[in-house]
């Protein structure tokens, strides 16, 4: 399936945020070309005006064999004043409006727009040869092809993001492919529910007030997390992972890559491997094996798995938190790693348990 997104100066700078958002939604399947409007600018277009733009690129391509679906993106107003359609009589030619959705409180355009384009897309695929426009509902029911006469109800049909049994009937019925069509609407049901929670976030904080909370290193390592009067254990594995977090929490500025060659740094991550989750052979060997390591320049390339995989299991960890989870998860700021948590809030026990120093 191939997109063509024609825009005018004033949209230009969209297009590039649009696709970049948008594509990974899809599979590579789905395939955007950007092109510049070259013709006159205008403040005001009628419908013909807006799809002979689609029109010229159509018939002005040499087209590979497959889907096609043009779009002209513009700035300024529109004669019936909708967001967007397809020609009914040349269903794979639309137009977009990319202005104006600030007066709906939207104050990033991508996300009504991505939501706009691919629901477009959806007709064009699957209602196009109908050569009407009578799937849209004129009773707003938070589906994507509700009319949105009254404007405002746009922000409904955004939230619902939604695609209700009889427009899902529709597009199974009109479609030869039944694996492919279930795919398609899969991803678009994602693409949808990720535009709702950018542009609706829920921030359960403001409901239910600041959650008090500390982290406690514990004198035999492990990463205790108290909120309120919950314990919630830290997914970091022992060993070195564990190591790692620790001594992240222990610079609170943070620490380069390159940091943990520096000779203090490297000691004080691998004494606290040695000390908490190794059980034979000497602090010295180790010592000499990330050397070697660092030498041959492999001992960056141990650490960056190490860091990708707490992120991940600290972000599935505190879903339900994300004040908590931003504080505790491993930031990567111009290239420094480090844990933002406030060190009030961080009780360290460690240094208080005997070191075995071999
Ligand atoms: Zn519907």
Redesign the pocket.
Known sequence: MNIYLISDDASAVLMQPLVAYIQPFFSTSVRFHIRPYTGELKSYWTWEELFAVGHREKVGSLLPPGEHYFFFLFHGSNEFNWFGSLNPEEPNVGFLQSRGWENFGFSDPVYPLAYHLMTLVTAMKFFGRDHNLD?Y?EVS?G????FTEVRAEVRFKLQSAH??????SKIAGNTSDRLATMDYVQRLLSLFRSVRDYMFPIDLQEYFGELDYRLVIEQDAALVLLVENHKITLPISNGKEKALFITLLKHENGLTYKDFERDSVLKEFLLVYYNYFVNQGSFDSLYRQAKQQIEDRTFRKQLEPLISRMRKKLQETLAAYPHISEALSIHSRQGTLLVPLQRKRLNDNLNKSQLRVG
Do not use: A, G, I, T
């Not at 589906?143 to 509700?146: G, H, L, R, S």
């Not at 695609?163 to 899902?168: A, D, K, R």
């Open positions: 799937f509902h029911r589906c994507m092809f509700d695609v209700c049994p009889e427009c899902l």
